[in-house]
Structures are given as structure tokens and as C-alpha cells.
């Protein structure tokens, strides 16, 4: 007796061509953007920043040791950052400026989250220079602040720009004090 006996209904999917071809198709789509993310994942990693590059991006500056009147200079991102504890003469020279005589015109309160210190980049926004101001020898300019001897560029207490070729104000780091004494600087 030959056999003719029907395939039953619970097996016809595994003979039927479209089933597999179906399933061909999903494998090997899985299968691809699997190796997509495999091998794309090596270049997206790469443009994180290095482990070193991270460190250096913040720096945390305790300014306990620095003395009325005194200035500091500490290295963040490869340039010098000018922190200056101002003595009250300072500050009220800073304020009592007429901004709207200013070349770069902002308010003393807008570059100072706390008004005994400022923090700039000492960099002249002229040419890049770095000017004259923070050892106790060094020239300060008529306005008490910073001399760029290259160009001439003269800032004042709170590091605008006063007299000279530059073009704007000392820039200002991203920092913030994170207790009263200790800033952390990027």
C-alpha cells in the first residue's frame, strides 16, 4: 500500500516555503544590524574623550591659603586662570565704574559669583598674550588690574578691558564654589 496519507495541519508550516524564506529573512536581518553595531561601535567609542583628557577638564582650587589682596594662578585647559582675592578698595573701584563707558560693557556683579573673588582666564583677548599683574612686582596699569606689555591692553579689578587694542573683557571659566573656600573650575 503506497502512502498517501495527508501531512497534518500542525506540521505544514515547516514544509511551507514561505514560512522559511520569512524566517531567513529575520535571521539574517538580525543578524546584520548586530554586526553593524558591532563593528560601528569601535569608531563611536573613539570619539569619547580620554580618560586624561577628562581629568583635566575640571580642576578643584582651595582658596584658603590665599590671602587678602593676594593673587593666584592655577592651569585649566592648558591656560592660566587668574583668581584674585580682592580687598574691599578693589571692589568698590570695580563697582563704582560707569559701565556704559566700558568698550566690552558689563557690571562688576555679572563676572563675581562672590564680589572678594574673581575669576578670569589670563588671556588678552587682543592677541592672546599673557598680561602683566599677578606677582607683586609686577605693573597693574592705572586701573589696579592687568597690563598686556605686547600691545599695550590695560583691564581693570574685575578684568575689563580699559584702555588698548583688545576687544573684549579677561574671559570667564565655567566655575562654581563648592564650599566657601574651594572652587571647582570647568
Known sequence: MADTAQPRPMDAHIHDPASRRDFLIIAASTLTGIGAAITVWP???SMEPAKDTL??????VDLAPVQLGQRLTVKWRGKPVFIDHRTPEEIKAA????????????????R???PEWLVIIGVCTHLGCIPLG???GDPRGPYGGW???CHGS????SGRIRQGPAPLNLLL???EFTHDTTIKIG
Open 43 to 45: 569608531l563611536i567609542d
Open 55 to 60: 581629568a583635566l577638564s575640571t580642576i578643584e
Open 95 to 110: 563697582q563704582d565704574v560707569n559701565v556704559a563707558d566700558l568698550r566690552d560693557p558689563q557690571p562688576d556683579s555679572a
Open 112 to 114: 563675581v559669583k562672590k
Open 134 to 136: 599677578q606677582k607683586a
Open 147 to 149: 597690563f598686556c606689555p
Open 154 to 157: 590695560i583691564y581693570d579689578t
Open 173 to 175: 571659566p565655567p566655575y
